[in-house]
């Protein structure tokens, strides 16, 4: 597969270790638009990533219309707490821990997917190939936090599927991967709070902590 050269954008000049050290879920949007030129430079940025043989699988739906993003909003809580109900046994928002942080963002994220500005579904051509999708989708989230834009990756149930691929006429042999809204915070960026990589990595052996663990 082939494509076309471009230059690095002036704006992406965010120091690498900045974006890949303060990029974190931000589900709380301002209302305000985003650009074209800033969508541009977030799908270019995602075109660039390393993928299978170059075959370049990935596919994404960018959803703008405001009448859309409310109908797919409304899909997205559906299913978002369709998942809570098969992996918790939650079904209202009193089940949801009021102590649990990630959660209680993740809820409102439901509530409030209908009104973000920009949604973005990550698809595939063919099926299993979500290792070639990842990488654009991990370029994609850290040129818009380079941007200032916030991102959060998110996924859907299969309760709600069908209707999705409906909505948007999405040809069924395509897969689905992921689904980003995008908007400027109304929080703030990082840092965030990860196991050191001394407890994620191994050295030669399976068990062996590196050497800086
Ligand atoms: C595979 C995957 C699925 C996720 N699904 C959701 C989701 O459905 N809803 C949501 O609000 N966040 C979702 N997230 C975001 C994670 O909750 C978030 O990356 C994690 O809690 C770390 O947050 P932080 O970067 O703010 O520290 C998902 C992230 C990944 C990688």
Redesign the pocket.
């Known amino acids: 597969m082939t494509g076309i050269r471009l230059e690095p954008p002036a704006r992406l000049n965010m120091n690498i270790g900045e974006a890949m050290f303060t ?3 931000i ?1 709380r949007l301002k209302p305000d638009p985003i650009g074209d030129e800033e969508l541009k430079i977030i799908m270019d940025a995602a075109s660039k990533a390393p993928n299978g043989g170059n075959e370049q699988p990935v596919r994404f739906f960018v959803i703008r219309a405001r009448e859309k993003i409310r109908a797919f909003g409304a899909l997205y809580h559906e299913a ?1 707490w369709a ?1 809570r109900l098969e992996q918790r046994g939650w079904s209202k928002p009193e089940d949801v821990p009021k102590e649990d942080k ?1 959660y209680q ?2 809820m409102l ?1 439901a509530d409030e997917m209908r009104d973000a500005p920009v949604v973005i579904l990550a698809f595939s051509l063919a099926k299993g190939r979500a290792n070639s999708v990842f990488p654009p989708v991990q370029n994609l989230l850290l040129a818009a936090r380079a941007l200032g834009i916030g991102s ?4 859907l149930h299969p309760k709600v599927m069908e209707r999705v691929y409906e909505m948007f006429s999405i040809p069924g042999e395509v897969e689905f991967h ?1 689904c980003i809204p995008l908007g400027y915070p109304r929080g703030r960026f990082g840092p ?2 990860r196991l050191p990589a001394g407890q994620t990595t191994f050295y030669d052996e399976w068990d062996h902590p590196p050497p800086w663990a």
């Open positions: 990029q974190r879920a589900r978002w998942k990630v963002s993740a994220l959060t990756l998110t996924t992921c965030t709070s």
